[in-house]
């Protein structure tokens, strides 16, 4: 089993962001820090949870993909595979689709103080956008 621990964040909101994400899988531990541009903090979540599922699929993970988030908003969409407002519906559109390429694919959402990797490398991307 792959754990991927995500997180986006948006230091204005709309604002920079940055999205963290932190891999653990049989092979060892692997850290991103993405810079994302301009965006507000939900539309940061859903691009690290993209960035995520794209480097599992470039990395060859066949394996079960279990996705861990501080983002109710994010895991409850993809759970429910719907969005209320337009701007985000996109974003989960390609999530899904992304998530679909694996075996076995779990969204589960954490207390912050359980993705303290993943918050630090969006933080970390937030100032590689400068």
């Excluded at 859903?46 to 060859?60: F, P, S, T, V």
């Excluded at 988030?69 to 409850?76: F, G, K, L, P, Y």
Aim: net charge negative.
């Amino acid at each position: 089993m792959i754990e991927v621990y995500i997180d986006g964040a948006s230091k204005g909101n709309p604002g920079l962001s940055g999205a963290g994400i932190f891999i653990k899988s049989g092979e060892g531990q692997e850290r991103y820090s993405i810079p994302l541009g301009v965006h507000d903090n939900h539309a940061a979540e859903y691009l690290a949870l993209i960035h995520a599922l794209r480097i599992c699929q470039e990395k060859g993970y066949e394996d079960i993909i279990s996705v861990r988030t501080d983002s109710r908003h994010v895991a409850d969409a993809v759970e429910k595979e719907f969005v209320k407002k337009e701007p985000y519906r996109s974003l989960l559109a390609e999530a899904l689709e992304l998530a679909s390429a694996f075996p076995l694919f779990f969204i589960k959402w954490i207390p912050e103080s359980q993705n303290k990797t993943a918050d630090q490398l969006s933080r970390e991307a937030i100032r590689k956008n400068a």
